[in-house]
């Protein structure tokens, strides 16, 4: 086992990471921008090194800095957690050449499913269908309508690179192709550094289902179930659960899957902790769509259900250790959900709400878990992620679970800066979600339903005190106040309590 780490991140992966490093009794070491001096993985990890500006390329992004701080620390291995460089094969190589254990898949791999043709080709090799599409890029919206004429409309064209949504359009018809391949390239090219785009089969109604991997380097992979993806805004996902409630996932497709999964790992021979994600149709046919060759933000709902610490289990891996577990041994026990709660306006079309957290009040309870890095009096930056908490719960049963996620979202309250839980408990609230019925553009299909309406102005605020005041008194009123809900959601709750009052426009 190594004897120090540095973590290549910020924020509550990089706190995920320390905390797995110190139950295998591994120091650690932190890098910090200017603006994360006071951040929690600076104050938990054993040594701290700044690193640069706030600007992600100063700093997190910054390979030759992260080496040097590694090599002079004494460090043997660097975590990268997700996003930053993760999944860049030139930071696997960095590390390789100046003698420090990459935790993560060799660069080769890195770059092989980075890019999504190869990756594409890939699937095909170890015999997994993929969406239809082209397998090699396409260089002209000529090129792109003959495939998409083959596949039918409506169609994808997607980056080779990168992923988010970016440099990707829907394209219905032949005149669309003319008008959206362009911007497609520009957009790549601009997002990922090559215009380089390829064509897909676009499948509206399909369901986004993953399988996490984890391979060792003595060639055991194993795969440790699915997760359900598939509620999601503008591709970004907003709600993970496992196991799928899907009535498609059979347990015969379910192992069917799973078996895929394992395939195209070892036919690329991976290492370490992975994700193969799949799109499954209506008729319950699924498709490789891509590889994540990282940790997942939505790890933990796995390792809630399966009872195996994914993050120790990848630096276990990069030490050389054997995977103990077989197939045979993994077992899924209970239903898990996770809400990814961002610092984003719902009523302002989900824009980044950047601050400093007046208050804070995390929820908890049996089968509760929470992933954050905030805490009152730190401000969020508007130069990285807004993701700033995993919550995440499990049950016995989904019906449990959904119960216990919706009272975790009512004692989660964050003051400060504007957060996206009010949209998650619109999520879990639709008889659509509730019955497992939904597809990839769900919430955007939806999403006039589940945006909260307008925030009430203060002035809203005080006129609507004032009326319980003379209902239920003073006394009551500061009680419930004393709460410290959302605005708008816990007013209309008190709203709803006195009788004779009614909601108006």
Not at 406 to 427: C, D, Q, S, W, Y
């Amino acid at each position: 086992m190594f004897n120090k780490i540095l973590i290549a991140n910020r924020g509550e992966i990089a706190l995920r990471v320390i905390r797995a490093c110190r139950e295998l009794g591994v120091k650690t070491v932190a890098v910090y921008s200017e603006v994360d001096a006071e951040s929690l993985h600076v104050q938990h990890a054993d040594e701290c090194y700044f690193i640069g500006a706030a600007e992600p390329s100063q700093s997190y992004l910054n390979i030759e800095k992260i080496i040097e701080i590694a090599k002079k620390s004494g460090c043997e291995a660097i975590h990268p957690g997700y996003g930053f460089l993760s999944q860049i094969p030139a930071f696997a190589e960095a590390c390789a050449e100046n003698g420090l254990e990459f935790i993560g898949p060799p660069a080769e791999v890195l770059r092989r499913m980075g890019n999504k043709v190869e990756a594409r080709k890939a699937a095909v090799e170890a015999g997994v269908p993929v969406i239809p599409g082209s397998l090699s890029p396409v260089k002209s919206p000529e090129e792109a309508m003959e495939v998409a004429d083959k596949v039918g409309y409506p169609v994808l064209v997607k980056a080779v690179y990168g992923g988010g949504g970016r440099g990707m359009r829907l394209v219905k018809n032949r005149d669309e192709m003319r008008q959206f391949f362009e911007t497609a390239a520009l957009e790549a090219e601009s997002s990922f550094g090559s215009r380089e785009v390829y064509v897909e089969k676009f499948l509206p109604r399909a369901r986004h289902i993953e399988f996490q991997v984890l391979a060792d380097k003595k060639g055991r992979v194993i795969h440790l179930g699915e997760r359900e993806c598939s509620i999601q805004r503008r591709y970004q996902k907003l709600i993970e659960e496992t196991p799928s409630p899907s009535p498609l996932m059979t347990e015969e497709l379910r192992n069917e899957m799973g078996k895929s999964a394992v395939k195209i790992a070892k036919s690329i021979n991976y290492i370490n902790a992975g994700t193969v994600e799949f799109l499954v149709d209506t008729e319950g046919n699924y498709y490789f769509l891509e590889m994540n060759t990282r940790l997942q933000v939505e790890h933990l709902i796995t390792e809630m259900v399966t009872g195996i610490d994914i993050v120790k289990k990848q630096i276990q891996i990069a030490a050389g250790e054997k995977l103990e577990y077989t197939q045979r041994d993994v077992k899924i026990r209970g239903h898990a959900i996770n809400c990814r709660i961002n610092a984003e306006d719902p009523y302002n079309n989900f824009t980044p709400s950047p601050g400093t957290i007046t208050f804070l009040r995390l929820p908890g309870g049996p089968g509760v878990r929470v992933d954050t890095h905030i805490y009152i009096g730190y401000t969020i930056s508007v130069f990285y992620d807004p993701l700033i908490a995993k919550l995440a719960v499990w049950g016995l049963t989904r019906q449990e679970a959904i119960m216990r996620m919706r009272n975790a979202l009512e004692e989660f309250v964050v003051e400060g800066v504007k957060t996206t839980i009010p949209i998650h408990k619109r999520i879990l609230d639709d008889e659509d979600f509730l019955r497992g019925n939904f597809h990839i553009n769900f919430v955007d299909e939806k999403i006039r339903s589940f945006v909260p309406e307008e925030a009430l102005t203060d002035e809203e605020v005080a006129a609507l005190l004032a009326v319980l005041a003379d209902h239920i008194g003073e006394t009551k009123v500061k009680a419930l106040t004393l709460k410290r809900e959302p605005k708008r959601v816990s007013l209309w709750k008190f709203a709803s309590r006195v009788d004779g009052l009614r909601r108006t426009s």
